[in-house]
Every structure is written in structure tokens, then in C-alpha cells.
């Protein structure tokens, strides 16, 4: 375990009386990571932007020498984690912001899906964020205050055909959100999951297939793969920058809801998934409590209500 022989120093202040933050940052390499540790240093706040491979962030380091350091991570290593809350607590007294940002995805029907690939995907998603948040924990309980910001999806409130396993991810991931929020809230600790619509990514075109492919599951999850693959070059979807900018109002908000959806679409598709939940529960009500229902069409899925709201959207 780690030795947090500094973990009560409070967050310094600059000359104008602003507090400066402490930030962990997992997958900054690009996209949304990236832009959001260039935020936080363009704020003046303090960052350890961490990636798998740091190189990919020289140019943010040169441009915020005194804020931005750069360290490798891949969050599935345990003693990477340690020790890169070991340096926060070493060069910086402690951790005022947790961003769990890094993430994989991986592209299959649940039978296409084999248990090692699971646990992959779910280590990714779900086991480092939980371990990154305890590691931060005893920091910021001792100083009374603190911010874990869990990066979730859409589909952290929906399922999706053939993102099964990242669907099962981000669902446990709020969950835990969820959770430690009530948990950690008598210490001054806020815990909150964003949900990012569709955004200008290279995760789009990174998500993994399995390797096991069956050509039957085409027919319900081709619609989904090709809308993925085509994010990365849509004019009309949001820009990492966007998403940067509404984290740093979430940190600096006094209150904020838990679960906080970010982009314009991320409203039109979950409202369609809130509306399809309703018709669910009340088709679920009148099954239970009808012995002999009439017959009557099934509602659709939250998944098919999404599927629909996205054709129907307007091309911009």
C-alpha cells in the first residue's frame, strides 16, 4: 500500500486568491483526455496527464511546463496505479480531482464474446476506476474535500446491440458511481459520472472486434458498427474541447447532479430512452398484475427507441 506521508497538504492558492486544483487524469493520449488536461492547465490548474505511451503528450508539456507532467499509465497495472498517486502525493501533497478517463471498447454480441475478452473490457472499464478511486480516497477524506469524476457513456444508462461488454462496463461503472457518491459524501467528497454524447474521438475507429465473429448477429448489430465507424469524420458531432470545458464547470459548480450527460445529443437520445423505460414499466405493471393480459404489442426497447431517435435527427 501507499505511504501518504503528505496527504493533508491543502491545494495551494495563486495571487489573486484562486484555488489551484490538483489533477490525476487517466487517457491522455487524445481526444477527450487530451483536451481536457489542456484545459486544466490553460486554467492554471496543476495536471498529471497520464497515458500508456507519455511521448504523446510533449507539446502539451512544452507548452505548460509549470502545470502539466506527463506519466506513463495504463491503468490496468496496479503498481503503475500506486505509483502514480505516490508521485501526486510527492510533488503536489495530495489529489483534488480524479478523472477516470481511460477507456477501451471492444465490438460483439454477448455470444461473440469470450471470457477472457470480458474481463479485458471490464478491467478496463470498470476494475481501474474503482482502484484508482480508492487509491485517491484516504487523500481526500483526510483533507476533507475532493472530486472523483468517473467518464462514462450513453450507454451507461441504455444497451446497445454488439457493445455488449462496453455496454456492461459503463453500467457498472455508474453503479459505482452512484454508490460512492452516497459513501463519500459526509467527508465533502462529490462523485459524479458524465456521460458523453457522440464526440470527435478516435475511439470510434479504436474499438476492437471479437474474434469471434458469427454472421447471423449482422442483421441486429451492423446499424451500430457503421454508425461508429463513422463519428470520427461527422462535421456535426461535438468536439473534445466542448466536453473539456463542462468538466471544469462540474469541478468548479457547488453542486451538480451525479450523472451528467454532455452534448446536445446526449439529451435527444437519452429522453428517448427515459420515454421507452416508462412504456416499460407500465407494460411490466399490467403484466404482473394482469393474470390473463390481452394481447398486445410489446413496447420497444430502450436500445430500438435510440435506434429510431437517431435516424429520425435531422442531418446538420
Known amino acids: 500500500m501507499i505511504a501518504y506521508e503528505r496527504h493533508g497538504v491543502p491545494p495551494a492558492t495563486d495571487t489573486g486568491g484562486r484555488m489551484t486544483r490538483r489533477w490525476l487524469v487517466t487517457g491522455c493520449s487524445s481526444g477527450l483526455g487530451r483536451a481536457l488536461a489542456g484545459a486544466v492547465a490553460e486554467a ?19 507548452r505548460y511546463p509549470d502545470r502539466v507532467t506527463a506519466m506513463a499509465l495504463d491503468v490496468c ?5 500506486e505509483a502514480a498517486v505516490t508521485y501526486a502525493v510527492d510533488h503536489f501533497g495530495g489529489v483534488d480531482v480524479l478523472v477516470n478517463n481511460a477507456g477501451s471498447g471492444l465490438f460483439g454480441a454477448v455470444e461473440e464474446v469470450s471470457d477472457e475478452e470480458l474481463r479485458a473490457q471490464l478491467d478496463v472499464l470498470t476494475v481501474a476506476p474503482w482502484r484508482l478511486s480508492r487509491l485517491v480516497l484516504p487523500l481526500m477524506r483526510r483533507q476533507g474535500s475532493g472530486h472523483i ?21 459503463k453500467h457498472a461503472l455508474e453503479g459505482m458511481t452512484q454508490a460512492l457518491a452516497a459513501e463519500v459524501a ?45 463519428m470520427l469524420d461527422d462535421p456535426s458531432i461535438g468536439r473534445p474541447e466542448v466536453f473539456a470545458a463542462h468538466v471544469l464547470r462540474l ?9 451528467v450527460p ?55
Open 44 to 62: 492554471g490548474d496543476l495536471v498529471i496527464a497520464t497515458a500508456r505511451k507519455p511521448a504523446a503528450l510533449r507539446d502539451l508539456v512544452a
Open 77 to 81: 497495472d496496479a503498481g503503475q496505479c
Open 149 to 169: 469524476v468517473n467518464v462514462s457513456s450513453l450507454v451507461g444508462r441504455m444497451g446497445l446491440p454488439g457493445l455488449s461488454a462496453y455496454v456492461t462496463g
Open 186 to 230: 459526509p467527508f465533502g467528497i462529490r462523485v459524479h459520472a458524465v456521460e458523453p454524447g457522440q464526440f470527435a474521438t478516435h475511439y470510434s475507429t479504436a474499438v476492437t472486434e471479437t474474434a469471434d465473429r458469427i454472421p447471423e448477429y449482422l442483421v441486429s448489430t451492423a446499424e451500430v458498427r457503421a454508425g461508429l465507424r463513422a
Open 251 to 259: 469541478v468548479a459548480a457547488r453542486s451538480a447532479p451525479v450523472r
Open 262 to 316: 454532455i452534448g446536445e445529443d446526449a439529451y435527444a437520445y437519452l429522453e428517448a430512452v427515459e420515454a421507452a423505460a416508462r412504456d416499460e414499466l407500465s407494460a411490466a405493471h399490467a403484466f404482473v398484475h394482469n393474470p390473463a393480459p390481452a394481447p398486445r404489442e410489446s413496447p420497444a426497447s430502450p436500445a430500438e427507441e435510440v435506434v429510431a431517435t437517431l435516424a429520425a435527427l435531422p442531418e446538420t
